[in-house]
């Protein structure tokens, strides 16, 4: 989710996606197919809880959130991040537009919909933004160093929206370690990113085979001691041997984006998540 410009990395995430630049340091992959995503409430027949996606073994979940409940759930979820520098909610100096607050986080029907909407908000710092959203931690209850991330959500269409799966460096950490399971920029849907910037960093850029903001699909990460994997759909697009260098909170949230903004009749935009997942690796 953060732009920054990585020595290992041929071009900067954020920078160049709308040029449709390749700019991988990882190995892309097998192509999932075009469709839908696969069953969100589909698990092993004798009621154990869901595998990732595609696999059919070796890890073990450990944190999960289905969004069924009425409201965002506090004992799970922050609504701010040491990741935003403005009060934990916004980032202007990373080509944001939005102020995240939990009023736009709304819980109902079994998914969560993040809607950033189009409206003035002065900040405690007095930072003036000019739309708010959404974004979700993980820090009250989860960090890892390794595991397996999962996000099925739909993302929005219109022009000018950055939605992101990530992760960022728990309390405590000081070194910069972020693992960004996909962003994607709204003004092309046809390509999305995924980087490491653990370690040696890594990162790819996928010309996806399938429109995200038109159904349901699963996005998932493996980082492992060996690597990060990369999957959407249950399918590996890509690989790199870079991988987490400490402990990472999970983040998910919809950002505005101030270098390729909304259009001036756009007053909000939804990502929708059906589930968050976390696993483990099992013996």
């Known amino acids: ?115 950033a909407k189009r409206e003035a908000f002065t900040s405690p710092s007095g930072t003036k ?41 728990a309390r405590g950490v000081e070194q910069h370690t972020e693992t960004d399971v996909y962003e994607f920029y709204s003004d092309n849907h046809r390509r999305l990113y995924g980087t490491q910037y653990s370690g040696t960093q890594g990162r790819c850029d996928w010309p996806m085979t399938f429109d995200p903001t038109k159904d349901w699909h699963t996005y998932g990460a493996a980082i492992e001691p060996s690597g990060t994997t990369w999957y959407a759909d249950g399918v590996q697009f890509c690989h790199t041997a870079a991988t987490a260098g400490a402990q990472t909170n999970i983040i998910s949230n919809l950002a505005v984006y101030s270098k390729i903004p909304p259009g001036a009749g756009t007053t909000r935009a939804t990502k929708r998540v059906d589930y968050i997942r976390a696993w483990q690796s099992s013996p």
């Open 129 to 169: 933004y000019g739309w708010t959203s959404c974004l979700i931690t993980s820090t009250p209850s989860y960090a890892f160093q390794y595991g397996y991330l999962e996000e099925r959500s739909i993302l929005p269409a219109a022009r000018g929206f950055w939605p992101a799966f990530w992760t960022w460096q």
């Open 1 to 115: 989710m953060a732009i920054l410009c990585l020595p290992a990395l041929s071009a900067c995430t954020g920078r160049n996606h709308a040029a449709g630049q390749s700019g991988a340091t990882g190995q892309n992959d097998a192509v999932p197919p075009a469709g839908a995503g696969p069953s969100p409430r589909a698990g092993s027949d004798d009621g154990a809880p869901p595998l990732p996606v595609g696999r059919t073994g070796g890890w073990t979940m450990v944190f999960s959130d289905e969004f069924e409940g009425k409201t965002l759930d506090r004992s799970r979820w922050a609504d701010n991040s040491s990741a935003e520098p403005d009060q934990g909610r916004g980032n202007q100096t990373n080509q944001q537009l939005e102020w995240n607050r939990a009023a736009n986080c709304q819980v109902a029907r079994g998914e969560l919909a993040m809607t």
